[in-house]
């Protein structure tokens, strides 16, 4: 415990210089109205993720103590990734047409009615309650950023700080992520177990307070029947292929991260246990999944705070292409090295540090190249192979060491097609050039480091 404590130290003390120097570098944005817009915008989202987080460490225990079975207990998780992926997808798809706004209010309607359900240790309520988290889930990762984008166009904002926000967001994400999970373990301890659901209601109360006082309300295209954004989203999916590319490398490295949350404390557990039956004969005491899980979430603050550096170096379809590498080396480790828990509890830190990168580049991406008039329900689309994926793994109960192969191998998957997307960008950068405006040597060098640049990476 000892260890992990001192590494937890270290890390909070290198995001902390980490985090003075982005802040050093960053651009100030002057204008009023964009401070406040950006205030506005976090403050309801970041109410928004504090109910989700506060409900994580408990929902296991919770169902336990109820007396429900371990299979029981993987049902109510496979009911949450089902509906996330097929109810979820139908109802945060209507963001587009009735209304972003109103869909993300339907988002703390939704996840409050579920903690409600926690209230009573019958299966069939709480398998409800899993249904309306799942759809809320949904809400969460397509309505806010697609109501941010359309708003941040909308007041015509430089379109440099609309990273800003997406940096600003993911960061505080982690900020309260470990402030939640500390109160959550308060409150559990103090009053049981169902407590931190009902500080969760009372978030969501307060963010739905907060959203109808602040928000205006946008759309994609309102005027367009229902079936014809689900469809506009398809076509746009299916035609270009920048989307799809960018909707592959979502799905296989989200789908990742999720089983990776699911299998982290076997994985580093068994490491513990091997190593100490093989040196005393006797098993460990449980590993320190506070201390842990807190190092997690600043090495993903770290990655968050570095994304600023990135983004004033290169593109992110550029440094991607690296994050998806180092991912996939890092969840090889469990493979490679299953009994050497150091070096995989250093290569889980350095995924979700690469995870904190992925969110805020991802959400850059996004904003680039999903279409305004169905950007939620694309982004609902892009989520349906990364919940099947989930619930595949979930079914089938595969061993520790074939589950990180297969992330290994969703990884590499990825990474190629983020090669191939920064491919596209650059055919695009050159077709979209202001030729006439150039020199001939100064376009002659722009087409020479294209090309060497593409040829490199073939």
């Known amino acids: 415990m000892d260890v992990f404590l001192l ?9 902390f210089l980490l985090h003075l120097y982005t802040r050093q570098i960053q651009q100030p944005i002057k204008d009023p109205n964009f401070r406040k817009f950006q205030r506005v915008y976090l403050v309801v989202y970041l109410l928004a993720v504090a109910g989700d987080w506060l409900q994580g460490p408990h929902v296991y225990a919770l169902y336990e103590s109820y007396g429900i079975e371990k299979h029981e207990i993987e049902i109510l998780f496979i009911a949450g990734f089902g509906s996330s992926m097929i109810l979820g997808t139908l109802v ?56 941010l984008n359309n708003e941040h166009r909308r007041r015509n904002f430089e379109s440099g700080s609309l990273e ?39 978030t969501f109360f307060a963010m739905c307070v907060f959203l109808i006082t602040t928000w205006s309300e946008n759309y994609g295209d309102a005027s367009a029947p229902v ?13 270009d292929r920048k989307i799809l590319l960018l909707g592959s490398v979502q799905s296989l490295f989200e789908a990742s991260m999720y ?46 705070s570095a994304f600023e550096v990135f983004r004033n170096q290169t593109t992110p379809e550029s440094f991607t292409r690296y994050i998806m590498i180092v991912s996939a080396c890092c969840l090889s480790v469990p493979v490679f090295l299953p009994h050497d828990q150091k070096t995989m509890f250093i290569a889980f830190l350095i995924f979700e540090f690469c995870i904190g990168l992925f969110w805020p580049a991802m959400a ?28 595949v793994i979930l079914l089938k109960d595969f061993h ?59």
């Open 227 to 239: 079936s014809q954004s689900f469809l506009s989203a398809w076509t746009a999916i299916r035609s």
């Open 7 to 15: 590494i937890l130290a270290c890390l909070i003390f290198t995001c």
């Open 92 to 147: 945060a798809s209507l963001a587009d047409k009735y209304g972003r706004r109103r869909i993300c209010l339907l988002y703390g309607i939704l996840y409050g009615i579920s903690c409600v359900t926690k209230h009573f240790p019958d299966f069939r309520v709480l398998f409800a309650g899993r249904l309306l988290a799942g759809m809320a889930t949904s809400i969460l990762y397509s309505a806010f950023e697609s109501w």
């Open 259 to 304: 089983v990776f949350i699911l299998e982290w404390t076997p994985a580093l557990t068994q490491a513990l246990n091997k190593t100490t039956i093989d040196k005393t004969n006797s098993k460990n005491p449980p590993i320190p999944h506070g201390y842990i899980f807190a190092s997690y979430m600043v090495a993903m603050m770290m990655g968050s």
């Open 364 to 391: 850059t991406m996004r904003s680039k190249y999903v279409p305004e008039e169905a950007r939620a329900t694309v982004m609902n689309y892009i989520r349906i192979p990364l919940n099947l994926i989930v619930v």
């Open 400 to 458: 520790l060491k074939i589950i990180f192969m297969s992330c290994v191998f969703f990884l590499i998957l990825a990474a190629v097609s983020i090669f191939l997307l920064h491919k596209l960008t650059l055919h695009r950068t050159i077709s979209l050039s202001p030729v006439g405006y150039l020199t001939n040597a100064q376009h002659e060098k722009m087409l020479h480091d294209a090309n060497s640049s593409m040829n490199e990476e073939i």
């Open 164 to 202: 800003m926000i997406f940096t600003n967001a993911y960061f505080g994400n982690s900020i309260v992520a470990i402030l939640s999970g500390i109160a959550a373990q308060i409150v559990a301890e103090t009053f049981g177990y169902v407590a931190p659901f009902d500080s969760a209601i009372i």
